[in-house]
C-alpha cells in the first residue's frame, strides 16, 4: 500500500492499484478489471501498475503483461503454498504470455542474500 500511494502521488500518470489478502473481493475484482483495459492499451495514455501478493501468482491470466517488478526477493522465494522457486517462477510467469515477450526484473538487496541459499 506504500508503494501504491507513492506512485498515485507522484507526476508519472500512472495509475496503480494493489491486491492482496486484506482487500475486499469486490475492490480486488475492480482493481483487475481495470488493469486489464489499461494492458489492452488505454485511450488516455495511462500506464497501469497493479501491485500485488502471491494473491496474484496463480491462476490469473492477463495478456499484454510486459513487465513484472519482484521488489520483495525474499518473501517471494518463501511464500505461496509450496514456496521457493517454483513461487517465484509463477510470480515472474505473468509477463511474456501467448508468444509475447515480457521482461521480469527482481529487486536483490543484501538482506535478500540468506533467502537465496
Given at each position: ?102 521482461r521480469a526484473f527482481t529487486l536483490f538487496t543484501r538482506r535478500d542474500c540468506g533467502a537465496w541459499e
Amino acid at each position: 500500500d506504500d508503494l501504491n500511494w507513492a506512485l498515485q502521488k507522484s507526476d508519472l500518470g500512472i495509475w496503480c492499484k494493489t491486491i492482496h489478502s486484506g482487500k475486499e473481493q469486490w475492490d480486488r475484482d475492480e482493481a483487475l478489471a481495470r488493469f486489464r483495459e489499461l494492458t489492452k492499451g488505454s485511450r488516455d495514455g495511462k500506464r497501469g501498475v497493479l501491485i500485488a501478493t502471491d494473491v496474484a501468482s496463480r491462476g490469473l491470466d492477463i495478456p499484454g503483461v510486459a513487465l513484472v517488478v519482484i521488489y520483495d526477493f525474499g518473501r517471494a522465494l518463501h511464500s505461496g503454498q509450496n514456496g521457493g522457486v517454483e513461487s517465484y517462477v509463477h510470480r515472474i510467469g505473468r509477463t511474456g504470455r501467448a508468444g509475447k515477450s515480457g521482461r521480469a526484473f527482481t529487486l536483490f538487496t543484501r538482506r535478500d542474500c540468506g533467502a537465496w541459499e
